[in-house]
């Protein structure tokens, strides 16, 4: 399985970017090979609308199952849940840390959005 996590940097040691759509990294780590990958997510940085969405591609493109953030607005929320990906909300932490706290089933999953869309 692969799992997303907004990250400020492009290493597990970065702090959790609170925003999806405009996060400047994912950090993509796979369950699998125990393996992160830095993703780099500068074409929604400025967009002016859709963030959330073209975001969510990438993460499918990327065979993501399960995404941490700290916010996602409604139409992010359903594009991912229609893709079946899986949305953990946290509001801290370094991506190393958030993933372990996944890892240890401390994190719930999200049934709807947590923000309105468009906030930067």
Not at 61 to 68: A, F, H, S
């Amino acid at each position: 399985m692969k799992i997303a996590i907004t990250a400020q940097q492009q290493e597990m040691s970065a702090p959790l970017d609170p925003r999806f759509g405009r996060a400047p990294y994912f950090m993509i780590y796979d369950t699998d090979t125990k393996s992160a990958l830095a993703v780099n997510n500068a074409q929604n940085l400025q967009a002016a609308q859709g963030a959330g969405i073209q975001a969510g591609q990438t993460l499918l493109d990327q065979g993501v199952g399960v995404l941490i953030t700290g916010n996602v607005g409604p139409k992010a929320f359903r594009m991912l849940s229609a893709a079946g990906i899986q949305v953990y909300l946290t509001p801290s932490g370094t991506a190393e840390q958030v993933l372990q706290r996944f890892q240890a089933g401390e994190l719930q999953e999200s049934k709807q959005a947590n923000v309105q869309g468009h906030w930067m």
